[in-house]
């Protein structure tokens, strides 16, 4: 289920999308595939409160 109906960026069509979200920390990069909400417009990224969270941990 998606938390918002249209972008808060520029009103665009979001979608669920599986995506590759880059990390940078220090001399350390890692990749992870996770599902985020995508408009189709301008490509802003909504990512869960859970998600946000593991990018943290990380």
């Known amino acids: 289920m998606l ?3 249209k972008c808060p960026i520029c009103g665009g ?3 669920i999308k ?3 979200k880059l990390l940078r920390g220090g001399n350390h990069t890692a990749i ?4 985020a909400e ?4 301008c ?3 909504l990512y ?3 998600t946000v969270r593991k ?4």
Do not use: P, Q, T, Y
């Open 38 to 41: 995508v408009c189709l417009s």
């Open 43 to 45: 490509g802003e990224r």
């Open 18 to 20: 599986e995506v590759d």
């Open 48 to 50: 869960s409160v859970e």
């Open 55 to 58: 990018f943290a941990k990380i």
């Open 32 to 35: 992870l595939k996770v599902s």
């Open 13 to 15: 069509e979001i979608v």
């Open 3 to 5: 938390s918002v109906e």
